[in-house]
Structure formats: C-alpha cells, structure tokens
C-alpha cells in the first residue's frame, strides 16, 4: 500500500535550518509530482511546496518562498525540503503527498522557538 514517511523535524532555534525527508512506497514514486504540507495548531493544512516529476520545475508559498527547496531523488523514492531562515510562524507539523493519491504520512513535528 502507499506509504509516506517524514522525518527530519525538531526544535531549531529562530534563524535556523532543518532538512525534512520523505520516504516513499506502494508506488512509481517517478511518476508523480509530490508536495510538502503543513498543519499548525488550530489551523487548516497547507501546501507548502511542491515538485514536477523529474523535479525540473518547483512551486512554493509565498511565506517559505526563498526560505524553502523542494527536491527529490528517484532512485531512492525520496522528497526533501531544506528550510533555512526558520521563523516562529513555521511551526507545524509537516506532511508529504503524492498529486492524485489521497494518502498522508504521520507527518514530522517542526518547532521553532528560542
């Protein structure tokens, strides 16, 4: 079955950096464009970022844009998303997603606090 697990989050200081994974399976991860998510308390989910397939064009929110990278690689079924300059308001738990599979990891915790 389609599985996604995210992994990276912790608590990082305002102006820091974090690397989120994303591991994949249950599917021709190559042939799907993905997307990060987020999700702070009392608030909706979001989109984040996301990829093209072969990862040639990237989209991002308009409050990470700059901050953010989206990337993948195939070969390992994995999603990335460097996150520098983190700022309070990132706080929230992270998700990935394949486009057109209504599946959802557990998602990884991201806080960002002094």
């Known amino acids: 079955q389609v599985q996604f697990v995210e992994s990276g989050g912790g608590l990082v200081q305002p102006g820091g950096s974090l690397r989120l994974s994303c591991a994949a399976s249950g599917f021709t991860f190559s042939r799907y464009a993905m997307r990060w998510y987020r999700q702070a308390p009392g608030k909706e989910r979001e989109l984040v970022a996301s990829i093209t397939t072969a990862g040639g064009s990237t989209n991002y929110a308009d409050s990470v844009k700059g901050r953010f990278t989206i990337s993948r690689d195939n070969a390992k079924n994995t999603v990335y998303l460097q996150m520098n300059a983190l700022k309070p308001e990132d706080t929230a738990a992270y998700y990935c997603?394949?486009?057109?599979?209504?599946?959802w990891g557990q998602g990884t915790q991201v806080t960002v606090s002094a």
């Open positions: 997603r394949a486009n057109a599979i209504p599946t």
